[in-house]
Structures are given as C-alpha cells and as structure tokens.
C-alpha cells in the first residue's frame, strides 16, 4: 500500500497514474492520460470542501469555550461521510479540487501537456496532481533526457497555499532537478482567501512562467554541462556541500558526515552519470541522486512511499540548492 495515499473500505484509493507506474513509483495505472474531469473522478477526488460557519468550541466543565478566529474545514465523501480537514483562519476560502483541476485543463489545452497523476493524501487534507508536457529537453547531444512536468499541490487543511511547480524529471534515474533560477520563478502559490478561485483561472500566466523557466533551466544546464570537474574539485565539492562537525560534535555525527560524503562520493561515479561524467552537471546529479533516492527517510514502515511523497511535495530542496550554489 503506498504511504499515504487515502484508502477507502472498498479496497481503492484516491490515486491514479496514467499508462505506467510513475517517477515517484505511487499509484494505480489507468490504460491511458486523462482529462481534467476524468482525473478528478478516477482518482476519486469529485468532492466538496466547506467551512464551519460557528468558531471551534470545547465543551468543559459544562461551559462552551470558543477559539475565536478558527474555523474547521470539512468535507461529506461518498464513501467516508462527515469528517474534519483541518483548522484554518477567519479568511479562509476554499480552492476546490474540481477549481484546482480546470486551473491545470486550461494549461492542458495551451501547451498539449497531459494528466499523468493525481491523488489525495491523509485524509483528504492535501492533494495533488501531476502534468507531463508533451516535449522533453534534449541535452549533452541528446543523450540526456530532461521531462517536463507540472505539479500542483493543494491543501485543505491550510497548512500551504494551493502552488503550481514546474518539476524537471532526468529520465536517466528520475531524478527531481528543480534549480533555483534568479530569472525565472519555479512556482506560483496563492492563498486561499476570497477571490483565489478567480486567480487560478489565470492559467496562461503561469504557462508563461513555466516555459519562462524551462528556458531558463535548459541554459543553466547547458552551461553545467560545458564545465569539467576532476575527481578532485568533486571531493573538496562535497567537503564544502557536507561541512566538517563542529568540535563539540559527537562521534555518532563525525561518522554520520562521513556516511554522507562516502555515498556522494560514490554517486560521482555510478552509471546514472556516465553520460555526463567529469562536468558540473554530473556533481550536481550526484547531489539530486543522493537527495531524491539515497538520504534516509525517517517514520513509517513503507520508507518507497515516504521518498516519494517527500519528492511530490517539494522537500528536500535546500540541498540541491546549496549543491548549485557551490557549482555556480
């Protein structure tokens, strides 16, 4: 059972994948993409989020206490009934998943781009869904293939806003490779507060920012791959990316910083950077590699599914981030 992904008595789950297992390896595959409508009713997210219209409230010792301000979110599933979401704040609105999807059908009809995931984590709480555009980036000659994806989260609970993601997928070893670009945004967020349902039907904006981005990313690339990188610049690489402990560090932490630099130091020379061996591009990969597939994730018994929802909601980028920065 993949972590995390809502589950309902009858054996399903709201998720989907068209075609073939996904790059974050959760899901159920459909025959084939999907449209937005299609998406939200295999993936079983056709449901309806409301606010509580009265303040939370407590009973105790007979008397009503009020958490001014504070509102439950909830949902009526078809298939689980009444249940909470989560606790938000006097000005929140809701953005609905059938608003969320029409926002990405709309980018679907601009650029060809395709549904190829969606689904509901928690209990609802948060969900997200996946687009793959139609054309891939083409690097070193060819022979390094970057995919293009959009990825949208949204919460219902009002832990995040609802947030467009442009998300480069190295088909080599899947890998995310989102960069942080001065010159172009790699996401767009918006509040859930009146008003927001409007905005995210400005949908050709954001595409201008996602292809924005993508421009910007293909030359950032290029120019990683233009540089070449001994074996010796990658190892004082790491020592800069993974620096020495501090004095009073325990040995538990000395040999935990060795674990880390031994296993980039091995990923400097693993096959999922033959193609590009001795650049930039390579350590930087290296990097993304160790962060996406390698680095130890913590809780649950099915750590295949915590990796990928770490990856689905974007966690784990600061050290990719510093890794660009030391390449730049």
């Known amino acids: 059972m993949a972590h995390n992904i ?3 008595a009858d054996g399903s789950s709201a998720f989907f994948t068209a075609r073939e297992v996904a790059w974050h390896k959760l899901g159920t595959v459909t025959p ?64 609905q998943n059938s608003d969320a999807f029409d926002f990405l059908n709309h980018i679907a009809d601009e650029s060809g781009a395709v549904f190829e995931t969606a689904g509901s984590l928690g209990n609802g709480e948060r969900v997200f869904m996946t ?28 832990s995040s806003s609802f947030t467009v993601a442009v998300t480069p997928i190295r088909a080599v070893c899947t890998n995310t490779v989102r960069m942080a670009l001065n010159s172009a945004a790699s996401k767009v967020s918006l509040k859930h507060t009146a008003g927001a349902t409007a905005k995210v039907q400005q949908a050709r904006e954001t595409l201008g920012i996602v292809f924005k981005y993508q421009e910007e990313f ?16 990658y190892k004082k690489f790491v020592e800069a990316l993974i620096p020495e402990p501090k004095d009073d560090s325990s040995t538990r932490k000395e040999n935990s910083v060795e674990k880390v ?4 130091l091995g990923l400097w020379k693993a096959p999922t950077q033959a193609i590009v061996a001795n650049t930039k591009w390579a350590a930087y990969n290296a990097v993304v590699e160790y962060s996406d597939w390698v680095k130890p994730v913590r809780g649950g018994e099915d750590k295949q599914g915590l990796r990928a929802e770490k990856i689905i909601l974007g966690n784990g980028e600061k050290l990719k981030q510093k890794a660009q920065l030391l390449l730049a």
């Open 6 to 8: 809502e589950q309902f």
């Open 32 to 95: 084939e993409a999907q449209t937005a409508q299609d998406a939200l009713q295999i993936a079983q997210l056709d449901w309806v989020v409301k606010v509580t219209e009265e303040p939370i409230f407590s009973t105790v010792d007979s008397t009503n206490i009020r958490l001014q301000d504070k509102f439950l979110t909830y949902r009526n599933h078809p298939k689980k009934g009444l249940s909470a979401l989560g606790v938000v704040g006097n000005r929140y609105t809701p953005i």
């Open 261 to 264: 630099r031994a296993e980039l």
């Open 131 to 158: 687009m793959k555009f139609p054309d891939s980036m083409k690097l070193a000659n060819g022979v390094d293939v970057i995919d293009n994806y959009i990825m949208a989260v949204n919460s219902h609970d009002g």
């Open 218 to 233: 293909e030359k950032e690339v290029e120019k990683l791959l233009s540089e070449k990188f001994t074996d010796a610049q």
